[in-house]
């Protein structure tokens, strides 16, 4: 049963990063401005209450790099938990589930990259490739580490 539910999960969260991936860069960044807008502007709201629209033009000039690769970071983040979650349910040697796990977010990471090439406005990028990379790393090794401890008690 928990194989069916990882891979449902971890299906789910593909077609969220393609969905994703898809959008025109314009819509993409308005997505990431509409964020920033809404948490960081109003954080700089509640210490300055006069935030006017010059000044969270620059708070979102400043702040949607970071933005976006942390979104980058974080998704992959769940991707990894979803995939060493899966692959815990196989019989195989740990240290192959780790891999298996990280190569199933690599690659699905570099074809993201891949596909982002034909979509208006975006463009393929190694250094999003690395941040998921990263976040998959974090995700899949956090999980595994928890696990070996549940198993010790």
């Known amino acids: ?30 997505v990431s401005d509409s964020l920033i807008e809404r948490t960081i502007g109003n954080i700089y709201k509640i210490f300055d209450k006069d935030v006017d629209d ?20 974080t998704i992959y983040f769940i991707l990894g ?33 891949i596909h982002q090439l034909f979509v208006i406005g975006r463009s393929g990028e190694i250094r999003d490739v690395i941040l998921d990379s990263c976040g998959s790393f974090i995700g899949i090794v956090l999980i595994n580490k928890l696990i070996k401890m549940k198993l010790k008690k």
């Open 54 to 73: 010059k000044k969270l033009t620059k708070i979102k000039s400043t702040y949607a790099f970071p933005v976006r690769k942390l979104a980058h970071v």
């Open 81 to 113: 938990i979803l995939s060493i979650l899966l692959i815990n349910e196989f019989d195989i040697i740990d240290k192959k589930k780790l891999i298996i796990a990280f190569l199933i977010c690599l690659l699905y990471s570099i074809s993201d990259e």
């Open 1 to 30: 049963m928990k194989k069916i539910i990882y891979s449902i999960l971890l299906v789910l969260v593909m077609i969220l990063i393609f969905i994703f991936s898809n959008q025109e860069a314009n819509k993409s960044t308005k």
